[in-house]
């Protein structure tokens, strides 16, 4: 149980276009989900948090007209890269915390994204 | 400001060896502490979630320690293998908050 699954594993596209990457849970309800970005060697960075049914909240630095969130219900959550430049490209990651305590924070497997 | 630090950076090791990787953490308030495995271009799959009040948690070959008091976090794999080979992460939930802080990760090589 406590899936994540995130699509697509792998985009390219051009500059100037903009890509939606998906977020679901499989097998449980998340109200929040959170987006993550991940330069090569280094460890996560948070992007912002998703909330169902209201406004992301993001990290400081991160553009909220680049990065669009939408929660639009308790098993999906997208983000769409607007206007991508090719240093958009990156490997991004969703994760969600299933209800109660058995399991922590679940990971989608990834998007590594590349504009061109 | 919670701050998560994993030594080392890099291990490499032979097969079939018992070793120890190091998580530390600045505030002891935390909710609990979760250690991740990454292989490469892919996400990150939990190995071992414990909570603030337990001292271990265990899974086949792996045992993860937690000394909230002392910031300290270990995780122990035993008789290691080729396929152990990843970057393993840590990661600390604040007490009060949702977000993860994770550790910068140690690139764990097991050569044949």
């Known amino acids: 149980g406590a899936v994540v699954s995130q699509h697509p594993s792998r985009v390219i596209c051009k500059s100037g276009t903009s890509v939606k990457i998906e977020c679901r849970s499989l097998?449980?309800?998340?109200?929040?989900m959170f987006w993550y970005r991940q330069f090569p060697k280094q460890s996560l960075m948070l992007m912002a948090t998703?909330?169902?049914?209201?406004?992301?909240?993001?990290e400081q630095g991160v553009e909220k007209d680049k990065f669009l969130i939408n929660h639009a219900s308790l098993t999906l959550s997208t983000l769409t890269v607007t206007s991508a430049h090719p240093e958009d490209s990156s490997f991004y990651i969703c994760?969600?915390?299933?209800?109660?305590?058995?399991?922590?924070?679940?990971f989608g497997s990834g998007t590594r994204l590349t504009v061109v | 400001k919670q701050e998560v630090t994993q030594i080392p950076a890099a291990l490499s090791v032979p097969e079939g060896e018992n070793l120890v990787l190091n998580c530390s953490f600045t505030?002891?308030?935390?909710?609990?502490l979760q250690w991740f495995r990454q292989d490469p271009g892919k996400g990150l799959t939990s190995l071992l979630l414990?909570?603030?009040?337990?001292r271990e948690q265990t899974s086949g070959r792996l045992n993860a320690s937690l000394d909230k008091s002392s910031g300290r976090s270990t995780l122990y794999i035993a008789a290691s293998q080729p396929g152990d080979s990843a970057t393993y992460l840590c990661?600390?939930?604040?007490?009060?908050?949702?977000?993860?802080?994770f550790g910068k990760g140690t690139k764990l090589t097991v050569n044949p």
């Open positions: 097998d449980f309800q998340a109200t929040t």
């Open positions: 414990i909570q603030s009040s337990q």
């Open positions: 998703s909330n169902e049914g209201s406004k992301a909240t993001y």
């Open positions: 990661a600390v939930k604040p007490g009060g908050s949702e977000k993860l802080v």
């Open positions: 994760s969600a915390h299933p209800p109660g305590t058995t399991y922590g924070y679940t």
């Open positions: 505030d002891s308030a935390i909710y609990n």
